[in-house]
């Protein structure tokens, strides 16, 4: 019998929500000791199961937040958020990766308390995600995405297990010129549609195109992809997934060998599913072979930077014997 696991990549948003309201961000502030200076603040997070998860403020409500480049807007949890008015109802839905889920609301966010920095006039998504708290056993507020993500230069770090964030201006360039004390050893360029990440890449010679996604707990990949590709994806076992629609699907697991995005940059075995993308694609609006997550994230030290459309990545200390 395949086990179930939560595989989570969030409700990726795009066009299809038709949003009208663009409300304006207000000053951003850094009043705790993790600030570095006025545009660069460090944030501590936790991984819950593969979830880049930091502790927030709401409302003067204190809960966790999963960090996800894959959904547009900001998402509040709805279990926790019950002031909710008819009129916030909007008339599309969003788009999950599996399934799309129903009856999102809209909500302004009057003040947000990120650890170390305060968010001003927010705009933010609604939706019931109770099936990701239980799961997780969380108190889960919400999900950071794009939306905020964009306006800096985002370091995501798993060796020291925080984030940094450094304000950019409108051509990606760091306001702060010192923000990191490891050197960058090398970059990749990315497209980024809408919203989502694209990497362009090969498997064995042939070529490939990946979303990134830093709340994907693992790889995926099409299982329509050509049999030269599929080939160096070693099937191990069946699992069940469960989305952030909380739909149940099930998939096979393995390990992906040989993807390269560059030629310095390349990947050893990971582990990856095996799935149907049309979903996934029909979320991010595009037309991708696979997913890239957690998995990523553990081998690269990733810098991202959306307006340059780059990807800058610093190494893991060398061990010590």
């Known amino acids: 019998m395949p086990r179930t696991l939560l595989f989570l990549i969030i409700a990726c948003y795009s066009s299809l929500l038709n949003a009208t309201d663009v409300i304006e961000k207000g000053t951003i502030i ?4 993790e600030k570095v200076n006025e545009y660069t603040t460090r944030i501590p997070f936790k991984l819950v199961d593969h979830l880049i998860v930091v502790e927030a403020q709401v ?3 204190k809960g966790n937040f999963i960090i996800d480049t894959g959904s547009e807007a900001m998402i509040l949890n709805k279990v926790h958020f019950k002031n ?12 999950g990766v599996m399934q799309a889920i129903d009856n999102p609301y809209e909500k302004h966010i009057k003040d947000f308390m990120l650890e ?8 933010s998504d609604v939706i019931n995600l109770s099936h990701i708290e239980k799961s997780k056993k969380i108190k889960l507020l919400g999900i950071i995405g794009y939306s905020i993500l964009k306006d800096y230069e985002v370091f995501i770090d798993l060796h020291l297990n925080q ?5 950019v201006d409108r051509l990606g360039n760091k306001l702060d010129k010192n923000v990191y004390l490891e050197k ?10 809408n919203h989502t ?17 830093t709340a994907a707990e693992f790889n995926q990949i099409s299982k329509n992809l050509n049999k ?29 060998h040989r993807l390269r995005l560059s030629e310095t940059i390349y990947f050893g075995p990971m582990d990856t599913v095996l799935t149907n993308l049309k979903r996934v694609n029909e979320a991010f609006g595009t037309d991708l072979d696979g997913i890239l997550g957690y998995e990523f994230f553990k081998y690269k030290r990733t810098i991202i930077n959306y307006q340059k459309e780059k990807l800058y990545f610093i190494n893991y200390p060398l061990k010590r014997h």
């Open 84 to 95: 909710l008015y008819k009129h916030q109802e909007k008339s599309n839905q969003s788009f």
């Open 228 to 256: 030269d590709i599929l080939k160096y994806f070693i099937p191990k076992k069946r699992l069940i997934l469960m989305d952030a629609s909380n739909k149940k699907t099930e998939v096979i697991a393995g390990k992906l």
């Open 30 to 33: 850094f009043p705790k000791s």
């Open 184 to 193: 960058i050893f090398d970059s990749l360029n990315f497209a980024l549609k």
């Open 197 to 213: 990440i694209i990497l362009y890449g090969d498997i064995n010679n042939k070529k490939v195109k990946f979303g990134l996604d």
């Open 163 to 167: 984030i940094t964030l450094s304000k």
């Open 59 to 61: 409302h003067n409500q």
């Open 116 to 123: 170390n920095f305060k968010l001003e006039a927010l705009k």
